[in-house]
């Protein structure tokens, strides 16, 4: 049987948007952030585009409905880099920023922020 905190650490998401200097911005979830913050390193390496900006938000539980609505209102103002799904060609990163910190006080605000790991330490 897990430990509460083992539990709090595999349930916890992380939300991102990252702006590369080509003018992509990319959005996403991960549950190992490092990992994936390495594998957009690597992409931009590949596309000649270091990454520049980025934002990232703690879940406790389900990042993907936000990552959807992160998704679909990128998609209505920008095309998407052939074959990739949440890279954005000439987004404003602010804007997506933006967008990206309403969800984020929208989830705070019924607590899908509040991990157990942040209770435990509390």
Known sequence: M?????????????????????GVVKVG??????QRFRAHQCYGRRNGATIERFEIGLR?????????????????????????SEFFVGADFDEVADYFWALEWRARDVGYLTSEIECQAA
Not at 29 to 34: S, V, Y
Not at 75 to 82: D, K
């Open 29 to 34: 979830q991960t549950q190992n952030m490092p």
């Open 2 to 22: 897990m430990e509460p905190a083992a539990n709090a650490v595999s349930s916890a998401r992380f939300l991102y948007v990252i702006g590369f200097a080509d």
């Open 60 to 84: 406790h539980g389900s990042a993907r409905p936000d990552e959807k609505r992160l998704i679909a209102f990128c998609a209505e103002r920008w095309p998407v880099v052939p074959g990739h």
